[in-house]
């Protein structure tokens, strides 16, 4: 692995390379534990973030290819070994809007992958993009208190992750083999007090 980072002011800059190679993995194959050969996996990272008083921007974007023996991973043949979850993108934005209250906004996507070659035939895994936001309450007199409600999911977005089992139903005798969505909107509030 190898990485740098750069900051200049406001500006916050990250970037990282990896390769790693796992000789004879071991992974199940037809109920099975066994050495099924050697696991490679190579991708990047790029994270860049920007810094005001009141507000900070962000984002990123990441990616792998893990392949065995030169094929790449697929949930369905090595579901214990790893998946290719293809490129990943982010961006955030926090600002405060006074000393007492914070928020923030940030959306995840993935690319889709497509015609990916799995033991049972050809799959698509379509891409996705999920927004969350948040909004937290710390009252200045009692600094070590703070009240967060998050939203995830806030458009309800119905998806499968990249490294989920995709739907295979379009393929004979695999009819009803999908794996399972990801949780739809999700609304959460948390009181923290640290002492």
């Not at 928020?103 to 033991?119: C, N």
């Not at 379509?126 to 939203?151: E, K, M």
């Amino acid at each position: 692995e190898i990485g740098a980072e750069y900051i200049a002011g406001a500006w916050h800059l990250n970037a990282n390379l990896f390769d790693t190679l796992i000789e004879d993995a071991i992974g199940e194959f037809k109920r099975v534990y066994q050495n099924l050969g050697d696991v490679q996996n190579r991708g990047y990272d790029l994270k860049f973030s920007y810094h005001l008083t009141t507000v900070r921007l962000g984002g990123s974007v990441a990616t792998a290819n893990p392949k065995i023996n030169n094929k790449p991973l697929n949930p369905y043949d090595h579901a214990g070994l790893g998946a290719n979850t293809g490129r990943q993108w982010s961006l955030f934005a926090h600002w405060s809007l006074s000393d007492a209250w914070q928020s923030g906004v940030s959306v995840r996507a993935a690319e889709g992958q497509h015609d990916v070659l799995t033991s049972a035939g050809l799959i698509q895994q379509p891409g996705y993009g999920v927004w969350d936001a948040y909004v937290q309450y710390s009252p200045v007199a009692l600094d070590n208190l703070r009240l967060t409600l998050t939203v995830k999911n806030l458009f309800d977005q119905q998806y499968r992750d990249q490294a989920t089992l995709a739907d295979f139903n379009h393929i004979p005798d695999y009819q009803g083999l999908v794996g399972l969505p990801e949780p739809g909107r999700d609304l959460r509030a948390e009181l923290r007090w640290q002492f």
